[in-house]
């Protein structure tokens, strides 16, 4: 990744992250350039998912943010993103190798599918005409984030450590607390402590903070 970080280092190329304040997605890149250092070396500048006529379209071709461009290439999806960064610092959010890599993975993944799960409850009340929801759907995506919110109950990761897994796993809560599409807290009181260890121990939370409206 030396290439990757020369690039970054480089102030004759523009690194430019667009996202929005609001996006749980942005929000886990925009806390990992925190926690790497890396936030002076990155342009964070906002997008409209739903403007055709933003150049976000001709710079990922789904449309979706986080979208990091270095100089004139484009690289999307904040798993990516964060995975690139992560080789860009000796901080390290991931094991490097072996098991423990691949379980970390797995886990950013879970908590990944708490935040897709609610946004499609949010785009049910957005895009369907408010007399034709659908309560099957909307039920199936609520017994997912229940689902996954059961196991990371069970068994959540250390507040007090920053990496992939709690990065994660603290902006999907923080998007569920904004967009309630269910009332985990009262449901979840072990998650609902750790995302208060987790906001009082490491910065890079309350940085990324949104007033939402």
């Not at 020369?6 to 992250?17: C, N, W, Y």
């Not at 610092?89 to 990944?112: E, I, M, N, V």
Request: glycine share 6%; hydrophobic share 40%; aromatic share 8%.
């Amino acid at each position: 990744m030396t290439d990757l970080r020369a690039l970054i280092d480089d102030p004759s190329i523009p690194v430019v992250l667009r996202t929005t304040v609001t996006s749980p997605f942005g929000r886990k890149v925009r806390m990992a350039l925190l926690v790497l250092g890396l936030t002076d070396k990155v342009t964070v500048e906002p997008a409209d998912t739903l403007n055709r006529d933003d150049s976000l379209r001709r710079q990922n071709p789904l449309g979706k943010m986080p979208c990091l461009l270095i100089g004139q290439e484009a690289f999307f999806d904040s798993h990516v993103i964060m995975e690139m960064l992560d080789g860009c610092s000796d901080h390290g959010l991931l094991p490097k190798q072996g098991l423990p890599r691949f379980r970390a993975l797995t886990s950013a993944r879970l908590a990944d599918g708490i935040t897709d799960a609610a946004l499609l409850v949010t785009y049910e009340g957005r895009f369907r005409d408010s007399s034709m929801p659908s309560a099957r759907w909307l039920d199936h995506q609520r017994v997912k984030i229940r689902s996954a919110l059961a196991v990371f109950e069970a068994n959540p990761p250390d507040p007090y450590q920053v990496d992939l897994v709690t990065i994660t796993l603290a902006a999907s809560l923080g998007y569920l607390d904004w967009r309630q599409p269910l009332d985990w807290r009262a449901d979840y009181p072990v998650l609902k402590n750790w995302l208060k260890q987790f906001g009082q121990k490491n910065a890079c939370w309350n940085a990324t903070e949104a007033n939402k409206t």
